[in-house]
């Protein structure tokens, strides 16, 4: 008794409705923001006449959604949600965007898939990127970097890193890529030797990050980094983000101060590193004297966005590229013809010729073309935009008007590019409509395709990924037998064994599985 009324009892005396007070604050918060979510869709439905999907006041689309969702595989990826909701409600979709209230899942969402209407906060104004998508990069780069950052601070690092990621140094670049290559093709040798299922997508990643370390740094090493975005919910999220924002820092640290110091790439090709420092120390664009005192906290919050997001992306397009040439034997054929007129008959001197004519690789449409048509069927990922008060997409035919207020804006290209009204057979896999001419009905329309995004906020990586990709298959295809092999009783998400799923860990859509496949190599060109 003595213990109860010691000073361990007057601290829980005092803790107990201290939680209690902050519980019910905490309540009574959900509580308007469920009535200020909610009526924001009602008001688009009764304030604009916009139709909208069956809604609760209570649950908002949460049960209708939930409803179409259970007919699909749970790890289905959320970027394809949009394509589920055209073929459940057309009418309502038909528009080329549809209001999705799934909070507290997400913030209140307008899902827009016309691409002209795209264009009007993306290259006609380009909305800043949503909250949602800088709460998520704070704890890893602070918001410094060229995916969340905003205003003056973007525009500067902008033109920084422009000169390294463009087509004239990248090219300079492709020997020392072709190198990391090489390793990808020793470990496809050893896996066609095991004649084991093997998950193609691990080791695109290794492939992927170790061009990225390469290009970037000048940097030679066979492991990735150790970054993983955390739910919010787990408790060792902050303890983890904390832990690897000092190991990169400690990692990267002594490679910048080495460039700074200059020295380590006199009479070399430049890498993206390189560049950006040698731009910034010459202080040849506008604001650049006002970031002295942040500048290293900067570029290492870009060269994290660069090594997460650079490697991801493209180790996910290029596995479906295989399983693309796996299921498109047709297309499989015309790819190799093509680098046996390019590069010669011997698939053995490829390396040799990429080496010492980079340039070659500019010469592949046909592979461009596969390449491109798998970027519009498995495209990786989309773009977040904050909605603006007062500011209403317009539909380019109807000139029916969406208000964006209180919106994070989702630009979903997945859905964009399975549009029938853009895109003919948009299902099917044909590369051919990237090489005929502008007229053509099979053409691809313009502002239609945007596996990068267009505007000023495209990615500043996109030509190094194009070039990677091209380089890769040149010094593969033709080896290599890589042939998708799905377990038996395998699900399906709209008749595709390799569908989209979410990963943790990733910032990208990741293959089914992995992406298993047996390995071959090929004798005697069959």
Not at 31 to 60: C, E, M, N, W
Not at 260 to 284: F, Q
Request: with cysteine; net charge positive.
């Amino acid at each position: 008794m003595e213990l109860m009324n010691g000073p361990s009892h007057g601290l829980f005396r005092l803790v107990y409705p201290t939680i209690g007070i902050l519980l019910v604050v905490y309540f009574l918060r959900c509580l308007v923001r469920l009535y200020q979510v909610r009526t924001l869709f009602r008001d688009v439905a009764k304030k604009h006449g916009i139709p909208i999907l069956p809604h609760s006041f209570l649950f908002g689309h949460l049960a209708t959604i939930g409803k179409l969702m259970v007919k699909y595989p749970r790890d289905l990826n959320g970027q394809c949600l949009p394509i589920i909701l055209q073929e459940a409600f057309p009418d309502i979709c038909k528009r080329g965007l549809v209001y999705v209230d799934v909070w507290p899942v997400s913030p209140p969402m307008l899902a827009v898939f016309h691409p002209d209407i795209m264009n009007q906060y993306t290259v006609e104004k380009a909305f800043p990127k949503h909250e949602h998508l800088q709460h998520e990069l704070r704890p890893f780069t602070q918001c410094l970097d060229l995916v969340s950052s905003e205003g003056q601070l973007w525009k500067t690092w902008r033109s920084i890193f422009n000169p390294g990621f463009s087509s004239k140094n990248l090219i300079r670049l492709v020997p020392d890529m072709a190198e990391e290559v090489e390793v990808f093709r020793d470990w496809l040798r050893e896996a066609a030797g095991s004649g084991k299922i093997i998950t193609l997508q691990e080791k695109s990643e290794k492939l992927t990050v170790d061009i990225i370390g390469r290009t970037v740094f000048w940097l030679i090493t066979d492991n990735r980094p150790e970054v993983l975005f955390r739910r919010n919910w787990n408790p060792i999220r902050p303890l983890a983000m904390w832990n690897n924002n000092r190991i990169m820092k400690n990692y990267f640290e002594p490679l910048i101060q080495e460039m700074l110091i200059g020295g380590k790439e006199d009479g070399s090709p430049k890498t993206i590193l390189s560049l950006a420092i040698g731009a910034y120390t010459k202080g040849s664009f506008s604001g650049a004297q006002a970031l002295d005192s942040t500048f290293m906290d900067i570029l290492r919050a870009n060269l994290k966005i660069f090594m997460l997001a650079g490697h991801d992306t493209t180790a996910s397009v290029l596995s479906y590229v295989y399983y693309v040439l796996s299921t498109n034997k047709a297309v499989r054929d015309a790819m190799r013809r093509e680098h046996d007129a390019v590069f010669g008959p011997n698939p053995g001197a490829a390396m040799a010729k990429v080496i010492a004519t980079p340039s070659l690789l500019n010469q592949l449409p046909y592979t461009v073309a596969v390449i491109k048509e798998t970027l519009r069927l498995y495209t990786p990922l989309g773009s977040i935009r904050a909605g603006s008060p007062g500011f209403c997409l317009t539909h380019p035919e109807s000139g029916e008007r969406y208000p964006t207020e209180g919106m994070m804006i989702f630009n979903c290209s997945t859905a964009a590019h399975r549009l029938e009204a853009f895109w003919p057979e948009p299902n099917r896999c044909i590369p051919e409509r990237w090489l005929v001419p502008d007229g053509d009905p099979l053409h691809p329309r313009k502002n239609a395709f945007r596996p990068f995004e267009l505007g000023s906020r495209n990615c500043i990586g996109q030509e190094m990924a194009m070039l990677e990709l091209r380089m890769i298959l040149a010094m593969t295809v033709r080896d290599f037998d890589i042939d998708c092999d799905f377990p038996v009783d395998s699900p399906r998400a709209f008749g595709d064994l390799a569908y989209q799923t979410v990963q943790l860990g990733q910032l990208s859509a990741y293959p089914k599985y992995g992406m298993p496949v047996r390995v071959k190599i090929r004798k005697n060109g069959s």
